[in-house]
């Protein structure tokens, strides 16, 4: 039995924190309505290239796993469609801004009035303040949110290579959906719960903003490196990139031995990594000549042999072509118009099998969802 099996999840959320965050309810189990207003529908249908069988990529890989359902909520009629689709639902999620939910009859008071024991889950970009109205976008919170003041080289400032934020958003949107569920199992009570952009962007920077609130002292930024640990970086080998990530002082010397400069690992400079990371430019100059002699695959044998994590910055055609590393998650979906193709399941969701179905056409369910709840079919539908 999935864990979500039986839970009715409404879904009016847009873009990518949200729809990840019910898709993977989806492979949990959750059966998903996901509502898009008909005509354009949800953004990401129009974000691309690349499109394949008239279908967006970015739209693909969030929604998974859903039924579709064309309606404007902005019209007077669609108002008892969604009354009845929020009484016959246990999760409403939705990323609208504060006071379009309110118009739309979706913010909080209006949705427990007609189902008390709902739970209710509200993406938003800013927390109650100065900039709650303000829409909230990944690549802004990276910035406002302190991931790029880290991320990049010392001198630029890079925001990381996929919306991030949003990523950290949906697992905490699905965290705060699994923790009120399971306190409506105990209590009989609904409740509201809301993840934002801008607190889980700070929340992410664990140790790095503990450094800060400490000390007060600005981190810098440090390419591929760790601040706190060395040697935690990527090296150059004879042919690509290689990353070495030594976490502990027994780490650092069986690196030593295994790269023939086992007198390293004696020097007092480096003996600890206190010391290491006072003395990092030296050190990383020394490694990087040692490891820059030969190809990956040599140090990556050598490294492994004696216990020592590294391994490639492997291309995407790597990444994907290793049926060892991400073989549990990547599935086939058949599409009405994409044809077969391979996405990604839920990295949690291995003991049970991901949900097949696949994202839905815009509306695709429309008639046979109206017609579940007794509800004539709408104009557009």
């Avoid at 739309?104 to 739970?119: E, R, S, T, W």
């Avoid at 950290?168 to 569920?181: M, P, Q």
Wanted: charged letters at 20%; hydrophobic letters at 45%; a negative charge.
């Amino acid at each position: 039995m999935k864990p979500l099996q039986g839970v009715r999840v409404l879904d009016f959320s847009r873009i990518l924190a949200g729809p990840l965050a019910t898709m993977w309810m989806a492979d949990l189990g959750a059966e998903v309505v996901k509502v898009e207003r008909p005509g354009n529908g949800d953004e990401t249908r129009r974000w691309g290239p690349p499109f394949v069988g008239g279908q967006s990529a970015y739209f693909l890989a969030v929604n998974r796993g859903k039924y579709g359902l064309a309606l404007d909520l902005g019209q007077p009629q669609a108002r008892p469609v969604l009354e009845h689709l929020v009484r016959q639902s246990d999760v409403v999620v939705h990323n609208f801004l504060p006071q379009t939910a309110e118009k739309l009859g979706l913010d909080y008071p209006q949705v427990k009035a007609i189902n008390p024991k709902v739970v209710y889950v509200a993406v938003a970009g800013f927390p109650p303040g100065p900039y709650r109205d303000e829409p909230g976008f990944d690549a802004l919170i990276q910035a406002v949110g302190g991931l790029m003041a880290i991320t990049g080289e010392e001198e630029q400032p890079v925001k990381v290579g996929v919306a991030i934020v949003d990523v950290l958003t949906a697992w905490a949107a699905l965290c705060g959906t699994l923790g009120a569920l399971l306190v409506r199992e105990k209590t009989g009570e609904g409740q509201a719960v809301e993840a934002t952009l801008v607190e889980c962007s700070a929340a992410a920077l664990v140790n790095v903003s503990q450094a800060f609130l400490l000390t007060g002292k600005e981190p810098r930024r440090l390419g591929t490196a760790h601040p706190h640990i060395v040697p935690y970086q990527a090296f150059p080998a004879a042919d690509g990139l290689l990353m070495v990530a030594v976490g502990t002082d027994a780490q650092f010397q069986a690196l030593c031995q295994a790269i023939g400069r086992p007198e390293l690992a004696q020097d007092p400079r480096f003996a600890t990594n206190p010391e290491r990371v006072q003395h990092r430019d030296l050190l990383v100059s020394v490694l990087s000549e040692v490891l820059g002699a030969q190809p990956r695959s040599f140090w990556i044998a050598r490294l492994k042999e004696a216990n020592v994590p590294a391994g490639p910055v492997n291309s995407f055609a790597e990444l994907f072509g290793d049926p060892g590393l991400v073989g549990r998650i990547l599935i086939e979906v058949e599409h009405p118009t994409v044809g077969r193709y391979k996405t990604v399941a839920c990295p949690v969701s291995s003991a049970w099998p991901p949900s097949p179905l696949p994202p839905p056409l815009l509306g695709e369910h429309t008639n046979a969802i109206l017609a579940r709840l007794g509800i004539p079919s709408l104009n557009g539908g």
